[in-house]
């Protein structure tokens, strides 16, 4: 997995490209990043499957803030990105949330 920031000055955002390397989502049928910045919807965004066998998906997110998100895998495996800016702890026992600062 990785992400891609590329600060856009003259629309005031930063594109942000999350990636699943074809290994990393070998086996899935459908990958969703799931974050702050789509009020942690399991559906809203959804990444599209490369010729690769990979998968990725862009964001415009607002420079300045600080993001908590998650991948989704096939609706249920959860997964952090390993090349996260940090991770932040959760209520769930089990669980923390990778972070992206922009």
Not at 1 to 26: N, P
Not at 35 to 51: C, D, I, Q, V, Y
Not at 56 to 75: A, I, K, M, N, V
Request: aromatic share 12%; with cysteine; net charge positive.
């Amino acid at each position: 997995m990785s992400i891609k920031k590329r600060y856009l000055k003259r629309k005031g955002v930063c594109q942000v490209t999350f990636a699943v390397s074809k290994i990393e989502g070998e086996g899935s049928r459908s990958v969703h990043v799931v974050g702050e910045f789509n009020n942690w919807s399991t559906t809203a965004t959804p990444m599209k499957r490369l010729h690769s066998g990979g998968f990725t998906t862009s964001l415009e997110l607002r420079p300045g803030q600080r993001y908590q998100f998650r991948y989704l895998f096939d609706g249920h495996l959860w997964d952090n990105e390993k090349d996260a800016d940090d991770f932040a702890e959760t209520p769930f026992f089990d669980a923390r949330n990778s972070v992206l600062d922009l």
